[in-house]
């Protein structure tokens, strides 16, 4: 389990964190954090790399959108981002380390 303070995740941004071999992407959104394995499930660019829009991830290699609260990907249906579950607890963000 990774645990960040939640200060420390800058607000409407996309934070890269590497841990136990996984490679992440964080986004936190006014009160709410997602963190999905960082790499489009289209051509595995790297989405920390890429673009927030209120609630929409833009991928940096195709454009392609993700909505930030499903992973779902709103350019092409078929595609999702993997998320990674975590919780919230007062000011520390808990992050699944598999």
């Known amino acids: 389990m990774l645990a960040l ?20 992407v964080v986004i936190r959104s006014g009160d709410r954090v997602f963190a999905y394995h960082d790499k489009c499930p289209h051509a595995f660019w790297p ?12 991928c940096p290699g195709h454009g392609w959108e993700f909505d930030i609260e499903t992973g779902r990907c ?24 598999s």
């Open 5 to 24: 303070r939640l200060a420390d995740l800058p607000a409407d941004a996309l934070t890269r964190i590497e841990h136990d071999g996984l490679k992440l």
């Open 47 to 58: 989405l920390s790399q890429g673009t927030l829009h209120r609630a929409t991830l833009e």
């Open 74 to 97: 709103l350019s092409a249906s078929s595609y999702c981002l993997t998320s990674v579950p975590l919780t919230v607890v007062e000011d520390t963000v808990h992050i699944a380390s």
